[in-house]
């Protein structure tokens, strides 16, 4: 039984983020897993006898390696893309080849980093291209899909090499004073409890489709 439990692959899509480079050290730290796969641009900046990097293009992705479980938290702001089809362009297709790319490889259960207001038919082009991408997945023939819809992110994006958002200290700190008036669903959530909370729902694997607001992933 336990070489059974120790026998599942994960891959993650995104390790370099956020929340990927946290759901990245969950798998490697967990018995559960035997192997992690990690796909992207770029390889994260660790080794580990569990890890297995692949750098790649996503927009051209090739077969992966048979996977159990699957775990996308790619993501990125217009701003950053430089256009609106650029975002559309990572955090829709991009996320939409990787699920299919690895249920194409046996992967059964799905975990993927969403966000608050989430909605395809929103009239704010962000939510919804993130809705859009929910439907897209849900689609795909998973027997468990859970997305985590994670409110304002706070965390150290410089150590990332990625641009420090503006004002996103000044905000971070007014959401902090003013933590009891604002809604949980709307609190600020740190990277660690979105990825605690995504491989914890993943792993238990509960058929059909499951959305985790911000409010709730900040119980796990």
Not at 11 to 21: F, K, S, Y
Not at 90 to 103: F, K, P
């Amino acid at each position: 039984m336990a070489d059974q439990v120790a026998a599942r692959v994960a891959l993650v899509a995104g390790a370099t983020g956020l929340v990927g480079r946290e759901v990245l050290a969950a798998l490697l730290a967990d018995k559960a897993y035997s192997k992690v796969y990690c796909v992207g641009r770029r390889a994260p900046p660790i080794t580990h006898p569990k890890l297995t990097c692949h750098t790649v293009d996503l927009k051209a992705l090739a077969a992966l390696p048979p996977v159990d479980d699957v775990y996308i938290a790619l993501g990125t702001t217009i701003k950053v893309a430089g256009s609106q089809a650029a975002f559309r362009a990572v955090d829709y297709e991009s996320v939409v080849t990787v699920a299919q790319a690895a249920h194409a490889s046996g992967a059964t259960k799905l975990g993927v980093v969403s966000a608050m207001g989430a909605n395809a038919k929103s009239a704010v082009f962000y939510n919804r291209v993130k809705g859009e991408m929910e439907d897209a997945v849900c689609q795909l023939g998973f027997d468990s899909v859970v997305i985590v819809r994670p409110s304002f992110l706070a965390g150290d994006r410089s150590s990332l090499q990625q641009p420090v958002r503006s004002a996103e200290k000044w905000v971070s700190s007014t959401m902090r004073l003013l933590s009891p008036l604002i809604p949980a669903n709307y609190q600020a959530i740190g990277p660690e409890q979105v990825a605690r909370a995504l491989v914890h729902a993943v792993k238990a694997g509960r058929p059909g489709v499951q959305r985790i607001l911000s409010g709730e992933l900040q119980t796990y």
